[in-house]
């Protein structure tokens, strides 16, 4: 927890992200490439199931 809220370097951070995108065939950048950032979700149902209550799923 404490790496979560410490002090972050933007740059790094950034750079690393790029790294890790490409390394990967589908996140690699490319002449018709999209990177599409969805916040929905899937809806949950029940009682017993944790985080179930008031829900946004965009």
């Known amino acids: 927890m ?3 809220v410490s002090p ?3 740059s790094s951070v ?6 890790i995108m ?3 065939r589908q996140t690699k950048p490319s ?6 950032i969805d916040d929905s979700g ?3 149902s029940g009682k017993e199931t944790e985080g179930v ?4 799923i965009g």
């Open 31 to 36: 002449n018709d490439f999209s990177l599409i």
């Open 14 to 19: 950034n750079e690393r992200r790029l790294e």
């Open 2 to 4: 404490h790496h979560f």
């Open 53 to 56: 209550g008031r829900q946004y």
């Open 22 to 24: 490409n390394l990967c």
């Open 8 to 10: 972050w370097d933007t």
């Open 42 to 44: 899937h809806r949950k």
